[in-house]
T-cell receptor
Framework: AQKVTQAQTEISVVEKEDVTLDCVYE???????LFWYKQPPSGELVFLIR??????QNEISGRYSWNFQKSTSSFNFTITASQVVDSAVYFC???????????FGAGTTVTVRA | EAQVTQNPRYLITVTGKKLTVTCSQN?????MSWYRQDPGLGLRQIYY???????DKGDVPEGYKVSRKEKRNFPLILESPSPNQTSLYFC??????????????FGPGTRLLVL
């Protein structure tokens, strides 16, 4: 069975600090997909990134970066120079090749203080 | 604008009164699904559909029905709502390709309160 663990329940930082969110996953599939979604206080789920299991290249998008390491089954997310607008719940999710179901982690609540 | 829409966004109802939450996407996606989000339980899949007239149960299907008569629409039906169905509901859609999964996009959510 697939499983996603986000060990950090809450993280609080001061604006401009960097914050890294951990995500560890379990799957027996060799082909799978990893996602990060952001849920701001307004409640919607905003897609941030998708990675397939064959692409271990790290990615940077503005202040966001992702580190995918198959050897440790981790897909960590870093926000550089955090801003108050980054305050949200962030979810890591896994989907296996055989179906499209997203298995979500419990989420990490990030609070950025001015 | 590519999007997934849900209606209503907020709904208060009473136990036993049938209701439907609509979901529509304009991206011609084959795959659509419903999730519910509850404190402490996270997001769980209710039903999904791989294409028109093809639906299947997710992890928590009890008390729900769905239909997929058209590609763009995937309504969630609660025939006899109960208080334990009070939740935040999300519809999602994604493209089905031979090259692998693409991104799934979520609707804005529907907050349901069953009294």
């Amino acid at each position: 069975a697939q499983k996603v663990t986000q060990a950090q329940t809450e993280i609080s930082v001061v604006e401009k600090e960097d914050v890294t969110l951990d995500c560890v996953y379990e799957t027996r599939d060799t082909t799978y997909y990893l996602f990060w979604y952001k849920q701001p206080p307004s409640g919607e789920l905003v897609f941030l990134i998708r990675r397939n299991s064959f692409d271990e290249q790290n990615e940077i998008s503005g202040r966001y970066s992702w580190n995918f390491q198959k050897s440790t089954s981790s897909f960590n997310f870093t926000i550089t120079a955090s801003q108050v607008v980054d305050s949200a719940v962030y979810f890591c999710a896994l989907s296996e090749s055989k179906d499209y179901k997203l298995s979500f982690g419990a989420g990490t609540t990030v609070t950025v203080r001015a | 604008e590519a999007q997934v829409t849900q209606n209503p966004r907020y709904l208060i109802t009473v136990t036993g009164k049938k209701l439907t939450v609509t979901c529509s996407q304009n991206m011609n996606h084959e795959y659509m699904s419903w999730y519910r989000q509850d404190p402490g339980l996270g997001l769980r899949q209710i039903y999904y559909s791989m294409n028109v007239e093809v639906t299947d149960k997710g992890d928590v299907p009890e008390g729900y029905k769905v239909s997929r008569k058209e590609k763009r629409n995937f309504p969630l039906i609660l025939e006899s709502p109960s208080p334990n169905q009070t939740s935040l509901y999300f519809c999602a859609s994604g493209r089905k390709t031979s090259g692998g999964q693409e991104t799934q996009y979520f609707g804005p959510g529907t907050r349901l309160l069953v009294l």
